[in-house]
Each structure stands twice: as structure tokens, then as C-alpha cells.
């Protein structure tokens, strides 16, 4: 079976600091990748997403980066953390089949509170 | 006009009551329809998903798609507290590509023992 795995759970940074967060898969291959940030009453908000290694999709500008270094790896990166970052960040992956539903599996999540 | 709308409540009920959460949309090209599960501080867990209009039944969980009315619900028989959690909806089309899933916000249930 599936399991994905992210760490750190819960992660406190000053503001300006740099940030990491990694995301793994097992016991699939070639997953759709993707982190999701979800703040109070907005939501999950999508901000990245890979099909393929190296092959990043961004879809909010910010001053967050991902990268796919391994087929099963997704990592979350900031160079200088804001106040605005905050939140519960969420990975998922989901087979990547063409015509289904594409459903997205999710990760236990990385509570950031940056201050 | 939000795509997905989901009232996001609090919606408490009493143990053993049926529950029925509700999303609407706009985009008349979504053809897969999911709900999942989040507790609180935790990933949302998918609970089950439909494909076109009809209904999906998995143990105390009913799902029902109404393209139609552009309109999905949330059944839940039997109510317990273990029930409580924000449950959020999500949709998405045949083909629509690895970005396609379409989330509302949750609804925030709360089943009183």
C-alpha cells in the first residue's frame, strides 16, 4: 500500500529564515505530486505541483520554491520566511492516470508558524 | 463567482442524527465529485468519490451528485463523535489534467454526544 510521509510536523522559524520542508511517497511510482498550504477559513490553496522529476508547475507567485530531485521526493523551500507563510502545509499525490479522477492522497501535514 | 461553494459552518448535531453536507458549483465540466475528511491538525482523508450524477453508498456514508442542480451531498447515517472533523468537497473532470482538483473549504461538523 501508499504511504506518504512529511516532515517536520511542527516547525517554528523568525521571520527571514530559511525554510524546508520534504514530502516522500512509497509504495507507488511516478506519482503527481503537490503542496497545498491551508490557512483559517481560506481553504487549501495549491502552490505547486510535478509530474515528473524536475518538472515543477507553480500556481501562486511567492517567495516559496519546490523542487522534485527523486521520483518519490517533493520538497517545499524558502530562501527568507514572511509572516504571510504561516500555516498547515499539505502534500498529496495521486497516480497521474489520464481520464481519472485523479483523486489526491494527503500527507500528515507541517504546521509552520513563523514569527 | 466562487467554483465550489461549501457553507462552512459549524453544523452540530446530536449523536445518531443523519447528517447531510452540501456543496455547489459552477463549472458544468466536473464529472468527479469526492469527499474527504480532516480532523483537526491533521491531512484530509479521502472518504469516497462519484463519477457523474447518482448516488455512492460506502457503510453509514452516502454520496449524491445532482449535475443537474450542479449540487453534491454528504449523507452520514447514524451519527457519532467520532464524526466530528471538517469534511470538505472536491471535484474535478475526465482529462482535467494533474492541477485538476477543485476544493471547497469545509464544513466544520460537530456531533454531540
Known amino acids: 500500500s501508499q504511504t506518504i510521509h512529511q516532515w517536520p510536523a511542527t516547525l517554528v522559524q523568525p521571520v527571514g529564515s530559511p525554510l524546508s520542508l520534504e514530502c516522500t511517497v512509497e509504495g507507488t511510482s511516478n506519482p503527481n505530486l503537490y503542496w497545498y498550504r491551508q490557512a483559517a477559513g481560506r481553504g487549501l490553496q495549491l502552490l505547486f505541483y510535478?509530474?515528473?522529476?524536475?518538472?515543477i508547475s507553480s500556481e501562486v507567485p511567492q517567495n516559496l520554491s519546490a523542487s522534485r530531485p527523486q521520483d518519490r521526493q517533493f520538497i517545499l523551500s524558502s530562501k527568507k520566511l514572511l509572516l504571510s507563510d504561516s500555516g498547515f502545509y499539505l502534500c498529496?499525490?495521486?497516480?497521474?492516470?489520464?481520464?481519472?479522477?485523479?483523486?489526491?492522497?494527503f500527507g500528515p501535514g507541517t504546521r509552520l508558524t513563523v514569527l | 463567482q466562487k467554483e465550489v461553494e461549501q457553507d462552512p459552518g459549524p453544523l452540530s448535531v446530536p449523536e445518531g442524527a443523519i447528517v447531510s453536507l452540501n456543496c455547489t458549483y459552477s463549472n458544468s465540466a466536473f464529472q468527479y465529485f469526492m469527499w474527504y475528511r480532516q480532523y483537526s491538525r491533521k491531512g484530509p482523508e479521502l472518504l469516497m468519490y462519484?463519477?457523474?450524477?447518482g448516488n455512492k453508498e460506502d457503510g453509514r456514508f452516502t454520496a449524491q451528485v445532482d449535475k443537474s442542480s450542479k449540487y453534491i451531498s454528504l449523507f452520514i447515517r447514524d451519527s457519532q463523535p467520532s464524526d466530528s472533523a471538517t469534511y470538505l468537497c472536491a471535484m474535478t473532470y475526465s482529462g482535467g489534467g494533474a492541477d485538476g482538483l477543485t476544493f471547497g473549504k469545509g464544513t466544520h461538523l460537530i456531533i454531540q454526544p
Open positions: 462519484t463519477y457523474s450524477s
Open positions: 498529496a499525490w495521486s497516480d497521474g492516470l489520464a481520464g481519472g479522477p485523479n483523486e489526491q492522497f
Open positions: 510535478s509530474v515528473g522529476i524536475g518538472q
